[in-house]
């Protein structure tokens, strides 16, 4: 009995170490904390195991439990102190927590924390060029804007190096309105004209988060009732706040939204959705094509089903240890 | 400190190497074995080869990295473009891949685009490829002018019966599968259906329970329904290169907004159709990672003499060739051209009859995503495992009869809906599959989602009780000659080029089609037995619509029977400028002009054009003395 728990510490510890080598080879960004503090973990199971043979089933519980979060973490890397404590209330305010998880059991926080600490953070995949234009919130119907030109546009045949005046307006009528764009829809491809990477827009987005809940609800944030909290991020929705730090507050509305979905129903590789708790309660399989855990079921047949059938979902790690001979 | 590095010159430089790329790559690399010469043909993209088994078979349901992160798709850092409606506004960059998706993600890599769509095919109409014409014979000049002001509509060099030995050919090279068009009579006489020389190579895929329901209903309105033209193999397939090709497995991660890429190169793409039979021939060479920022002319005949592109360590390469075929995706096929000075450049002005200029020309839009109208529904006793099961476009159901002019489009008929011409593809059944990325974040995020509502709109919804039943009929879109291409005055991409630069608004013709079209698309979601069936509001032409952008725009670069407003020729060969013809580059890829929008993508109707092309090239590289072909 012993032996064969101690088999799975082995197989534990051989997968840990298998999907870590798997994840860098497809450039998923693991922290160092990750692994130790995964290690801790298995050597506190350990020592208990050791110490008491007769709590066995309650190990083997806890067992179970790191098995499945072979790839979850716990600890910050990017969020200050302050941030997580109000990020915190504000992920389980997008996503609360009734009979079912929410964003709390699912560590949205710590899917958010590692995604501003990697590439999204450091807005890895954007353009970030300038100019920086702003869109006039609202729609100025008197605004012109002149710009210069690049030098490698100016030097083409037929161009000058002047600045160029846009008037705005429509096709038959130019020059009555704006001379950019003039609201962008929230989440838009031009939407985001911010010279910050996403770090940095978090970071300012949150102190005038913290500054609006003091000066229109009376407090910070953490101690609104539940309902003020929905009330005030639906305020940043409707661009209420008249002050927001030079940012758009739908802007940041739309990106903590986003996040907080993303920790809730993204793998488990990337921090949340903790156990699959947002797979469980979507009803999403994963990557269980009906024969994961040997159901039996073929992908045709369900593509062709009329009535549903519930799977258990499979996480990328353990697609991945499966493929690599693991079980 | 990076060098310039002359390389070997070639009979053939393909720039950019998609899914065109590829057919000229392995028709002019094997053109020996037709009895032809052997070619030396180098291709040259910017982006990576990708392995579908060691890049996409573990990674591709990696949705936080590949379908919202976008890992295979063109880096926005290198290169961006900037969007504007109209040409009095500053345009804005595109800055970010956003979810649902705003702005084409662009193909990055061997293959091109191809290796994250539906592989949603088919074949455009005998009417597309004549619709000026035709529209002022059964409508007037008059009618045209009331759809589409300030249109830019032309015809097509050559007629559907022309294309469509080379539609068979494009066919068999991805290995399409389908069941002829629709036709009751398939003769080379129907005018209302692309008829077809021979069936597509595959059959479809099976059709899912909301496909079949639509057929039925279809039917019984009396329409000629027929599966879904689909470019993911529905079996093992060798191709006329002897290229092998595996069947899909239904694992349901395919096309849908998070565009997953295939891990069994079932979903057809250059890399595994064409590109291997040009690497098997001995006279390829295939350049990757590689940035094509000019092309070098001679200053006295004006042809083309090389490709200059970046290396990753930021050397210059020069690769002469004799003749040029321009694949890249249709930003910056355009965008190329206007960096280096080749054919005459579109000059927008507010009158039509003061534009001038072909390249940049008539840039139009394939989609109206989550805008203008749309009509949906739930179907009872019909839900299932839509997800993860299915692929990206096969076991739909289509119908033709409501788009091209395959219904009186007359004011009278339309009783009281605004005029239009054209008309769009209908249909149901598609289970695009994939996860959370595809189905939760392609609903939209907004103020509506947060709290309660989130919970209560997402507990079980991948395992729906019943279908939900939803289109938005892509109607048609006309070029007009206020949406273009041009070079942007002040973004540029890494290597401080400037950018492209699109200005574009959707045309009342789309709106217009929109609006009727949707009323038949109710009737038929009604026939189905769908309940609480509604159509949508309707937006307005130039209303806050400004921030939205099809991620289907095309055209831009086309093909023509003029050559003062065409930059391509009957053989695709360059005809521009007029004064002085570009003759030794020729082109295909998103550069039709004027085609009926039965799917989103303009890759159907360009890709017979790639053998067209191919054609055009083995000729032209015989001729005696270089010039236009006729």
């Given at each position: 009995m012993a032996d064969q728990t101690r088999r799975e510490f082995l197989k534990l510890g051989l997968a840990a170490a298998a999907s870590a080598v798997t994840a860098s080879a497809i450039e998923i960004p693991l922290f160092n904390n990750q692994n130790s503090s995964m290690q801790t973990k298995l050597d506190n199971a350990n020592s208990q195991l050791n110490n008491a043979n007769s709590q066995l089933s309650s190990a083997n519980t806890q067992i179970s439990n790191l098995k499945a979060r072979v790839n979850t973490v716990v600890g910050f890397v990017s969020l200050s102190v302050t941030e997580q404590s109000l990020l915190e209330k504000i992920v389980e305010t997008i996503i609360p927590t009734d009979t079912d998880p929410g964003a709390k059991e699912a560590g949205a926080i710590y899917f958010i924390d590692r995604a501003l600490a990697g590439d999204y953070g450091q807005s890895a995949n954007m353009f970030m060029d300038g100019p920086h234009v702003l869109p006039r919130i609202p729609a100025s119907t008197t605004n012109t804007l002149s710009v210069n030109p690049t030098l490698s546009w100016a030097n083409l045949p037929g161009n000058s190096s002047a600045p160029i005046t846009y008037t705005g307006g429509s096709i038959g009528t130019p020059g009555v309105g704006a001379g950019i764009t003039s609201s962008p829809r929230v989440g838009s491809g031009i939407n985001y004209q911010y010279p910050l990477n996403f770090r940095e827009f978090w970071r300012v987005g949150l102190v005038a988060l913290q500054a609006y809940a003091n000066s229109a609800y009376g407090g910070n944030f953490e101690t609104l009732s539940s309902a003020n909290q929905l009330l005030l991020l639906q305020d940043l929705w409707g661009n209420k706040p008249t002050s927001f730090s030079n940012i758009l507050p739908s802007d940041f509305a739309y990106e903590l939204t986003f996040m907080t979905w993303a920790g809730f129903l993204m793998d488990p590789i990337y921090g949340g959705n903790q156990n699959m708790v947002g797979w469980t309660f979507t009803g999403f399989n994963g990557v269980n094509f009906g024969n994961f855990y040997g159901e039996g079921q073929d992908q045709k047949a369900l593509m062709v089903a009329t009535a549903p059938t519930r799977l258990k979902p499979a996480s990328l790690a353990q697609y991945q240890q499966q493929a690599s001979g693991g079980t | 400190m990076p060098t310039t590095i002359t390389e070997p010159a070639a009979d053939v430089v393909i720039l950019g190497v998609g899914y065109m790329s590829g057919v000229i790559a392995a028709e002019l690399s094997i053109a020996s074995l037709n009895g032809g010469k052997n070619y030396k043909v180098v291709a040259i993209t910017k982006g990576p080869y990708w392995d579908y088994v060691n890049d996409f078979s573990t990674t591709k349901y990696d949705e936080w990295g590949v379908g919202l992160g976008r890992k295979y798709d063109s880096p926005l850092p290198l290169q961006s473009a900037t969007i504007r409606n109209t040409p009095y506004q500053f345009a804005l960059p595109v800055?970010?891949?956003?979810?649902?998706?705003?702005?084409?993600?662009?193909?990055?890599?061997?293959?091109?685009?191809?290796?994250?769509?539906?592989?949603?095919?088919?074949?455009?109409?005998?009417?597309?490829?004549?619709?000026?014409?035709?529209?002022i014979a059964r409508y007037g000049a008059s009618f045209l002018d009331t759809v589409n002001p300030h249109s830019d509509l032309e015809d097509w060099p050559l007629t559907y019966a022309q294309y469509e030995p080379y539609y068979v050919e494009w066919e068999k090279a991805h290995g399409l599968c389908g069941d002829y068009n629709g036709s009751a009579t398939n003769q080379p006489s129907d005018t209302g259906y692309p008829w077809m020389s021979q069936n597509y190579p595959l059959p479809p895929s099976p059709l899912t329970p909301v496909g079949q329901s639509f057929q039925t209903a279809a039917q019984a309105l009396g329409y000629h329904p027929f599966p879904h033209v689909s470019a993911l193999a529905s079996q093992p397939y060798i191709n006329q290169y002897g290229v092998p090709v595996n069947p899909c497995v239904y694992d349901g991660y395919c096309g849908g907004p998070c565009d997953y890429a295939c891990e069994t190169g079932a979903k057809a793409n250059a890399a595994y159709r064409t590109i291997p039979a040009a690497m098997k021939s001995g006279n390829f060479t295939l350049v990757?990672?590689?940035?094509?920022?000019?092309?070098?002319?001679?200053?006295?005949?004006?042809?083309?003499?090389?490709?200059?592109?970046?290396?990753?360590?930021?050397?210059?390469?020069?690769?002469?060739?004799?003749?040029?075929?321009?694949?890249?995706?249709?930003?910056?096929?355009?965008?190329?051209?206007?960096?280096?000075?080749?054919?005459?450049?579109?000059?927008?002005?507010?009158?039509?009859?003061?534009?001038?200029?072909?390249?940049?020309?008539g840039l139009t839009n394939g989609y109206l995503p989550y805008r203008g109208t749309n009509v949906s529904g739930t179907l009872p006793n019909n839900g299932g495992n839509a997800y993860p099961a299915g692929n990206g476009s096969g076991g739909s159901v289509d119908i033709y009869d409501l788009m091209d002019d395959n219904f009186d489009h007359s004011v009278s008929a339309l009783a009281g809906d605004p005029p239009f011409i054209g008309g769009a593809e209908i249909g149901?059944?598609?289970?695009?599959?994939?996860?959370?990325?595809?189905?939760?974040?392609?609903?939209?995020?907004?103020?509506?989602?947060?709290?309660?509502?989130?919970?209560?709109?997402?507990?079980?919804?991948?395992?729906?009780?019943?279908?939900?039943?939803?289109?938005?009929?892509?109607?048609?879109?006309?070029?007009?000659?206020?949406?273009?291409?041009?070079?942007?005055?002040?973004?540029?991409?890494?290597?401080?080029?400037?950018?492209?630069?699109?200005?574009?608004?959707?045309?009342?013709?789309?709106?217009n089609g929109a609006t009727h079209l949707v009323k038949k698309v109710k009737d038929i979601f009604t026939q189905m037995g769908a309940q609480n069936v509604t159509i949508g509001s309707t937006v307005a032409p130039g209303a806050a619509h400004n921030d939205w952008w099809g991620h289907h725009l095309r055209g831009g670069c086309r093909i023509g029977a003029n050559q003062s407003t065409s930059v391509w020729n009957k053989w695709n060969q360059c005809w521009s400028p007029v004064s002085k013809p570009v003759f030794n580059i020729f082109g295909a890829g998103e550069i039709t002009n004027t085609s009926g929008d039965n799917v989103p993508s303009g890759t159907h109707v360009a890709g017979p054009q790639s053998y067209r092309a191919a054609e055009g090239i083995k000729q032209y590289l015989a001729l005696l003395t270089p010039g236009l072909l006729t």
């Open positions: - | 800055r970010r891949y956003t979810m649902p998706i705003q702005y084409h993600a662009l193909g990055h890599g061997v293959g091109g685009a191809a290796q994250h769509y539906g592989g949603t095919m088919g074949r455009q109409g005998p009417w597309g490829y004549t619709q000026y014409s035709s529209t990757v990672n590689s940035f094509i920022f000019r092309l070098d002319t001679d200053p006295i005949s004006g042809l083309v003499t090389a490709a200059r592109y970046y290396d990753p360590q930021g050397n210059v390469h020069v690769q002469p060739g004799t003749v040029f075929f321009n694949g890249m995706w249709g930003y910056n096929m355009i965008r190329v051209m206007l960096l280096s000075g080749i054919g005459a450049p579109y000059v927008w002005n507010s009158s039509p009859a003061s534009v001038t200029g072909s390249v940049g020309r149901a059944g598609g289970y695009p599959g994939g996860g959370p990325g595809n189905i939760t974040f392609a609903g939209g995020v907004s103020s509506a989602s947060m709290g309660g509502t989130f919970k209560t709109t997402q507990k079980d919804k991948y395992l729906p009780t019943k279908t939900t039943l939803s289109s938005t009929p892509l109607a048609h879109d006309l070029p007009t000659t206020d949406n273009y291409i041009d070079l942007d005055p002040h973004y540029t991409d890494i290597y401080g080029d400037p950018l492209s630069r699109l200005t574009y608004d959707w045309t009342p013709n789309t709106y």
